[in-house]
């Protein structure tokens, strides 16, 4: 997978017996909660690594507020079960986790500037690059920009619809990745 660069900290993440996963949109109500909702039931059958997934907002905006309506609608209408209240991402959370996964550019930018470390900044991969059709995708390329998923906010419920359909596709990558 060309967007993946560092192949030599990703590959081995598949043996672990954990796997800890964080998923980072702006405000941790739209497309981060619909991203953690499917990529928890995507990887519930895992065993080797189990997957934990959690996520988190670059942005305070909307620390402590449950998801979007309509984040919760599109999830819960896909069957998916899921709790969540926002939170912002914090520096620490490198050292709590083993990916970190950025639903935009814009994001994966802001997460570089908390990155401390190359360990740090290895960790970051944009979460549709687990999409096969866009695993060939380099983020840093002229087409970096085909690895962001739309941000809903504001948007109609059938543009929270498009997101889910981009979110299973890379989290159904996700773990085709986890178990190759």
Known sequence: MHAFKNLDYLSPLRKQPVLSVHI?????????????AVLLDAAKDLTTPKVKVDSSGTGAWHVGQDAAEYSKQVWQEAGYEYEHIAKQFKSDFFQK?????A????????????????????????FTSF?????????????GNLLS???PYGGSIEQFQSVLKIIEQAATGFVTWVRS
């Open 149 to 151: 998923v739309p941000d």
């Open 24 to 36: 980072v949109c702006l405000g941790n109500i739209c497309r981060s909660p619909i991203a953690n």
């Open 131 to 143: 999409d096969p059709g866009k695993s060939q995708i380099d983020p840093d390329g002229k087409d």
């Open 97 to 101: 986790h083993d990916l970190i996964l």
């Open 103 to 126: 639903m935009d550019l814009s994001n994966r930018s802001n997460l570089l500037k908390f990155a401390q470390s190359e360990s740090d900044k290895n960790k970051i991969i944009m």
